[in-house]
């Protein structure tokens, strides 16, 4: 039997079929020993085959095989670092929630997803949450930072889920698609895929006033089918996004606007960094490039982790 993966709990996982019969599943003991150096083998999106064991009890089944990937997004694993944490597979466009405060989204962590986002031919679109709560200050910050990464291409959107401001723009967006939600805890995930399917009712909870995070209301990633003609992916809360799986020499190849510059640098394999005549490094002091996206280059490319010294801005 095949099914796809919807809902993953490190040891079950929800498989449901194309005729919508939904069976929970263990995985075979050696998906485990195959040299997958994941802590999630089977993801959220995967198409996989299994035997059914409704024999022994009605709806369990057993993975046997995974279909090969048409991409997935993958992060560095928090606790074991040579080993990488595939989020979800399969997905058409990536939903990466912003905001300016309660949490802080810092450009770190934005440029590190939309790079893996671009690694795995991902669309990924920025939404920028609670709107509604920002004063006109702030209110400038968020446009400004709009402003940066629409500059390089990326599609974002303001969003108040209070006012129901840009909701339906996302609902669009979302329709005939597989889309992923991500974002920290606390920025507003459950709250906007209640905004846009109130039937799923996810559950919510308010921000840590002692610590002004959010805090973790989806435990697992999931999948749901909406009445729309649409599949979402809503994932638990991410603090950091450490890059896994890239090469010193292509990493500059995911910010497209490095890329759009790479031949005009005298040297094929440039770095950006130290070369001569190098057309980034130059379109960086024309102000044709914005510092914040060079140095989340830089320290991606020296392989640190997100530093949580640096403001939106990218000036510590």
């Not at 079929?17 to 999106?45: H, L, M, N």
């Not at 435990?219 to 890059?243: C, N, Q, R, S």
């Amino acid at each position: 039997m095949t099914g796809t993966v919807y809902k993953s709990t490190g040891s079950w996982y929800t498989v449901k079929t194309a005729e919508g019969q939904v069976y929970e599943c263990r995985i075979k003991g050696k998906f485990r020993i195959k040299g997958i150096k994941s802590t999630s083998p089977v993801t959220v999106g995967d198409v996989v085959d299994f035997e059914s064991e409704s024999e022994n009890s009605v709806g369990t089944g057993v993975i046997t095989h995974i279909h090969d990937r048409m991409n997935y997004i993958v992060r560095r694993s928090v606790n074991l670092s040579k080993q990488k944490h595939i989020i979800a597979a399969n997905i058409d466009q990536a939903f990466l929630l912003v905001t300016l405060k309660n949490p802080l989204t810092l450009t770190t962590f934005i440029d590190r997803f939309l790079i893996t986002a671009e690694a795995y031919d991902i669309r990924a679109v920025l939404v920028f949450s609670k709107a509604d709560q920002y004063d006109e200050e702030e209110l400038l910050e968020v446009k400004y930072l709009a402003a940066m990464y629409r500059q390089i291409g990326y599609e974002c959107i303001g969003v108040s889920t209070v006012t129901g401001k840009n909701v339906d723009q996302v609902k669009e967006l979302m329709k005939g698609k597989v889309s992923m939600f991500s974002g920290h805890s606390g920025v507003g995930k459950s709250t906007l895929v209640n905004a846009i399917a109130p039937k799923l009712n996810l559950r919510t909870a308010k921000i840590s006033e002692q610590h002004k995070q959010g805090q973790h209301t989806t435990t697992f990633a999931e999948m749901f089918d909406l009445d729309f003609g649409a599949k979402i992916i809503d994932t638990p809360g991410i603090k950091g996004f450490g890059i896994i799986d890239m090469e010193k020499e292509e990493i500059g190849d995911y910010f497209p606007e490095f890329f759009a510059l790479k031949s005009e640098c005298r040297f094929n394999n440039c770095l950006h960094v130290d070369e001569p005549h190098c057309a980034v490094k130059q379109a960086l002091e024309d102000g044709e490039i914005l510092w914040s996206r060079y140095k989340s280059y830089l320290q991606i490319l020296e392989g640190e982790e997100e530093s949580y010294r640096t403001d939106i801005y990218g000036e510590e």
